[in-house]
């Protein structure tokens, strides 16, 4: 026990250097940052200096939150317009003549067919439509997407059920995460916090953002793209949409979607070589180009209509099939414009229309206060848990404070490796370790102690004192960790803030408590070999 070879104390010596190291990031600015690694000499390697820093999360720099909330009639209603084309369409393939049309209804649609055999044929492509649902605990068996019923004289009512509309939004909102995530993504925003709470809502948290209004735009837009005609009149199978050209007055578009957004692969913005202003260019995958291609071909001379959200943002005439698989969208847009509409493009349409129904600025100086607060906490719980130690168990305690600095530092070189998002829970999380840490050492030397009571040597007992108190100490910290473990998956925002940091400090513990001071007592006892306890 009291024997380390040499081999050994470089090692931990070395790894605790590096845990240390990559925390001294975390204490400068990023213009201190940069201008560091700017005076480096270009012959030194720049990957051997951190770089990574602590995050700080919205409590702590300030920034904006948004709640988002689906919005079920839009989503019932596009639902409900899907379902009436998917009828279409097989009205189509079935060469079945509907009395009347297909009617659209509040949250479904309905369709008569006086004759029988007709009806016969077409009903069960139609029943195909009520997908099942499917239960993520049980399996098949929660119900199924639509109810389908007949009436005597020919009418068939296709109607979304409460389980379809439940499953849809819960799709909705978790297809509305990885978008929100990627258009954040694309704007540069350090450690967004992205998260779903309850079972319609989104929680957008962006630190360091001050304009809550355009974040508004970039994550409120649905930014659904299609590519269609220009109707030659407003009767028939069109849709009356508003015009950007036009200042707002409704223009006949075909419903018929050439091409859609989801056919994208890139989107940048651009400028128009002959007026110079501000343009989207984009690029299509090979699916979308072929589609593009042969709508194109198909409708020279013909005004085609770029709908983005159900405004006709341009509409260009095509004068020569357009085969390249790339094209440009203008419409007078400024550049913030043309360079948001890009992010939105690339990051791909939500899957419904999310509405505002929250908004709050944190501004910086109250996290400066907070952090202010977190720091006097730290410093005084830390001198306090320092001078109780020292005082109670002498040069041990001396060991176990070295130990206990090394363990926040360590704490935060791996949240910075990490760019952990730091909270004004972590802070809590990080003085509530400082007195767990020291704790394992309390467990260790109240053992040693009982070991030389017992009339053990002073060898002995410190061998005994760290074996048998090792069981102890990860059984606490292993029920630690369960609680922390769980704060971690089923809490959200502040508490997982906590938990990461608790969780790092619970690691952090068995290291220093043990191999650490384990290290520096048998480097102590060879020294000065003592003849009695010193406390």
Same mark, same amino acid.
């Given at each position: !026990?009291?024997?380390?070879?040499?081999?050994?104390?470089?090692?931990?010596?070395?790894?605790?250097?590096?845990?240390?190291?990559?925390?001294?990031?975390?204490?400068?600015?990023?213009? =201190?940052?940069?201008?560091? %690694?700017?005076?480096?000499?270009?012959?030194?390697?720049?990957?051997?200096?951190?770089?990574?820093?602590?995050?700080?999360?919205?409590?702590? +720099?300030?920034?904006?939150?948004?709640?988002?909330?689906?919005? +079920?009639?839009?989503?019932?209603?596009?639902?409900?317009?899907?379902?009436?084309?998917?009828? *279409?369409?097989?009205?189509?393939?079935?060469?079945?003549?509907?009395?009347?049309?297909?009617?659209?209804?509040?949250?479904?649609?309905?369709?008569?067919?006086?004759?029988?055999?007709?009806?016969?044929?077409?009903?069960?492509?139609?029943?195909?439509?009520?997908?099942?649902?499917? $239960?993520?605990?049980?399996?098949?068996? /929660?119900? *199924?997407?639509?109810?389908?019923?007949? =009436?005597?004289?020919?009418?068939?009512?296709?109607?979304?059920?409460?389980?379809?509309?439940? @499953?849809?939004?819960?799709? /909705?909102?978790?297809?509305?995460?990885?978008?929100?995530?990627?258009?954040?993504?694309?704007?540069?925003?350090?450690?967004?916090?992205?998260?779903?709470?309850?079972?319609?809502?989104?929680?957008? =948290?962006?630190?360091?953002? =001050? $304009?809550?209004?355009?974040?508004?735009?970039?994550?409120?837009?649905?930014?659904?793209?299609?590519?269609?005609?220009?109707?030659?009149?407003?009767?028939?199978?069109?849709?009356?949409?508003?015009?950007?050209?036009?200042?707002?007055?409704?223009?006949?578009? @075909?419903?018929?979607? %050439?091409?859609?957004?989801?056919?994208?692969?890139? /989107?940048?913005?651009?400028?128009?070589?002959?007026?110079?202003?501000?343009?989207?260019?984009?690029?299509? $995958?090979?699916?979308?180009?072929?589609?593009?291609?042969?709508?194109?071909?198909?409708?020279?001379?013909?005004? !085609?209509?770029?709908?983005?959200?159900?405004?006709?943002?341009?509409?260009?005439?095509?004068?020569?099939?357009?085969?390249?698989?790339?094209?440009?969208?203008?419409?007078?847009? #400024?550049?913030?414009?043309?360079?948001?509409?890009?992010?939105?493009?690339?990051?791909?349409?939500?899957?419904?229309?999310?509405?505002?129904?929250?908004?709050?600025?944190?501004?910086?100086?109250?996290?400066?206060?907070?952090?202010?607060?977190?720091?006097?906490?730290?410093?005084?719980?830390?001198?306090?848990?320092?001078?109780?130690?020292?005082?109670?168990?002498?040069?041990?305690?001396?060991?176990?404070?070295?130990?206990?600095?090394?363990?926040?530092?360590?704490?935060?070189?791996?949240?910075?490796?990490?760019?952990?998002?730091? #909270?004004?829970?972590?802070?809590?999380?990080?003085?509530?370790?400082?007195?767990?840490?020291?704790?394992?050492?309390?467990?260790?030397?109240?053992?040693?102690?009982?070991?030389?009571?017992?009339?053990?040597?002073?060898?002995?007992?410190?061998?005994?004192?760290?074996?048998?108190?090792?069981?102890?100490?990860?059984?606490?910290?292993? #029920?630690?960790?369960?609680?922390?473990?769980?704060?971690?998956?089923?809490?959200?925002?502040?508490?997982?803030?906590?938990?990461?940091?608790?969780?790092?400090?619970?690691?952090?513990?068995?290291? #220093?408590?043990?191999?650490?001071?384990? !290290?520096?007592?048998?480097?102590?006892?060879?020294?000065?070999?003592?003849?009695?306890?010193?406390?």
């Amino acid at each position: !026990m009291l024997r380390f070879s040499r081999t050994k104390i470089v090692t931990t010596l070395a790894l605790i250097l590096i845990g240390l190291s990559l925390a001294v990031p975390s204490f400068f600015s990023p213009e =201190q940052r940069k201008g560091f %690694m700017a005076g480096l000499p270009g012959w030194f390697p720049s990957w051997i200096v951190p770089q990574r820093a602590i995050v700080l999360g919205l409590d702590l +720099q300030g920034g904006s939150q948004l709640l988002l909330e689906v919005d +079920q009639n839009e989503l019932v209603a596009s639902q409900a317009k899907a379902l009436r084309d998917d009828v *279409r369409r097989i009205l189509q393939q079935e060469s079945v003549r509907a009395e009347g049309g297909i009617q659209l209804l509040q949250r479904g649609v309905q369709v008569r067919i006086a004759d029988a055999a007709a009806r016969e044929k077409v009903l069960p492509k139609l029943r195909e439509l009520a997908q099942p649902i499917s $239960n993520p605990l049980v399996g098949q068996g /929660a119900g *199924r997407t639509l109810d389908i019923t007949e =009436q005597p004289d020919g009418l068939i009512r296709l109607a979304l059920t409460d389980a379809g509309i439940t @499953e849809r939004t819960r799709r /909705a909102v978790s297809q509305g995460i990885e978008v929100i995530r990627r258009r954040l993504d694309s704007t540069g925003t350090t450690e967004p916090s992205i998260q779903q709470q309850g079972a319609d809502r989104i929680l957008i =948290q962006v630190p360091g953002e =001050q $304009n809550p209004e355009r974040l508004e735009k970039l994550l409120g837009s649905t930014a659904k793209l299609e590519f269609r005609m220009l109707a030659d009149s407003p009767t028939g199978d069109v849709d009356m949409l508003p015009s950007k050209d036009e200042k707002g007055a409704k223009v006949p578009v @075909e419903r018929r979607v %050439m091409a859609d957004g989801g056919d994208l692969t890139d /989107a940048q913005p651009a400028f128009d070589h002959q007026t110079q202003e501000p343009m989207v260019s984009f690029k299509f $995958n090979l699916k979308g180009a072929q589609r593009f291609g042969q709508a194109t071909a198909e409708n020279v001379g013909r005004r !085609m209509a770029i709908v983005l959200d159900n405004e006709v943002v341009s509409a260009p005439r095509i004068n020569t099939p357009i085969t390249g698989g790339s094209g440009q969208i203008t419409g007078n847009f #400024t550049v913030a414009q043309a360079n948001d509409l890009s992010v939105l493009l690339r990051a791909g349409a939500l899957p419904a229309k999310f509405t505002v129904v929250e908004r709050r600025v944190v501004g910086p100086g109250l996290g400066r206060d907070s952090i202010q607060a977190g720091k006097l906490a730290t410093l005084v719980a830390g001198a306090l848990v320092i001078a109780f130690m020292f005082a109670t168990y002498g040069v041990f305690g001396f060991f176990a404070n070295i130990a206990l600095i090394v363990h926040v530092g360590l704490i935060l070189g791996l949240m910075s490796v990490l760019e952990a998002t730091m #909270t004004l829970p972590g802070i809590a999380g990080i003085v509530l370790t400082i007195g767990t840490a020291v704790d394992s050492n309390v467990l260790i030397y109240e053992r040693v102690r009982e070991e030389v009571r017992a009339g053990r040597s002073i060898v002995s007992a410190l061998q005994a004192g760290f074996d048998k108190a090792f069981a102890t100490i990860i059984d606490s910290n292993s #029920t630690m960790a369960i609680a922390a473990l769980i704060l971690f998956f089923l809490g959200s925002g502040p508490v997982k803030g906590f938990a990461v940091v608790f969780i790092l400090g619970i690691l952090t513990t068995v290291i #220093t408590a043990v191999t650490l001071t384990r !290290m520096m007592i048998a480097l102590w006892y060879n020294l000065a070999r003592p003849k009695a306890l010193p406390f």
